[in-house]
Structure formats: C-alpha cells, structure tokens
C-alpha cells in the first residue's frame, strides 16, 4: 500500500470518527453545550452570568462541581438551585465529568504507512 492510499484511508478514517462523535452528542445551537436532559436547567442558571465555554472548558466530578457551585454562591451571587441543583449535577457529571482517556487511542498498525527500510 502506498503512502498515499495510506493517507487517503487515515482522512477518510479521521473524518468519518469525526461526523460519528458529532452524531452521538448533539451540540444546542445557542449554547454549543451537550443536548442533553439538563441543558436547560444548565442554560438558564449558568449561563446567566457566565458563558458556556466556562462550563465545557471543564471537566469535574461530582463533588468539585458541587464545591465549584457553593463557591460560586458564597462570592459570585449566584442563587440557591433549590430542586434544579441535583438536575444540573447529572447533567455537568455526564456531560463535563472527568475525562477517562485524554488522549485518543493508537492508530491501529495496518493503517500506518509502511516505511522504507
């Protein structure tokens, strides 16, 4: 195989992974957060007073983003959640949770370009 059908299969690969993940987790329009249960809740507390990307720039556990909301509440202003609160954990802790693997997994070796020994 040559280095460029090579190539050619590792874009089309590439592109194709892409358009799945985009597929599997549709992304709201106005936010660009998950749509997911939850968002709304999400967009109407969160976003009042600061932008999504604060939120998906970050990937917490449960229990940081419950202290990042009680810090946020003792200095920022932010008012009690009440029944929204334990929604809006779900949603962050599945959505911006810790991620399990930071890096993608190895091209698999059929897929690499042969070299020139």
């Given at each position: 195989?040559?280095?460029?059908?090579?190539?050619?299969?590792?874009?089309?690969?590439?592109?194709?992974?892409?358009?799945?993940?985009?597929?599997?987790?549709?992304?709201?329009?106005?936010?660009?957060?998950?749509?997911?249960?939850?968002h709304?809740?999400?967009?109407?507390?969160?976003?009042?007073?600061?932008?999504?990307?604060?939120?998906?720039?970050?990937?917490?556990?449960r229990?940081?983003w419950?202290e990042?909301i009680?810090?946020?509440?003792?200095?920022?202003k932010?008012?009690?959640?009440?029944?929204?609160?334990?929604?809006?954990?779900?949603?962050?802790?599945?959505?911006?949770g810790?991620?399990?693997?930071?890096?993608?997994?190895?091209?698999?070796?059929?897929l690499?370009?042969q070299?020139?020994?």
């Amino acid at each position: 195989m040559s280095r460029l059908t090579s190539a050619l299969m590792l874009s089309v690969l590439c592109a194709t992974s892409l358009v799945t993940l985009a597929n599997e987790h549709k992304l709201n329009p106005a936010t660009g957060l998950v749509d997911a249960t939850g968002h709304n809740m999400v967009a109407a507390h969160c976003t009042a007073c600061h932008s999504a990307k604060l939120i998906s720039q970050n990937q917490m556990s449960r229990e940081r983003w419950l202290e990042t909301i009680r810090w946020m509440q003792s200095t920022q202003k932010l008012w009690p959640l009440g029944e929204a609160e334990p929604v809006i954990l779900d949603y962050l802790t599945t959505w911006y949770g810790p991620k399990i693997q930071s890096r993608r997994a190895p091209i698999p070796t059929h897929l690499m370009p042969q070299g020139s020994d």
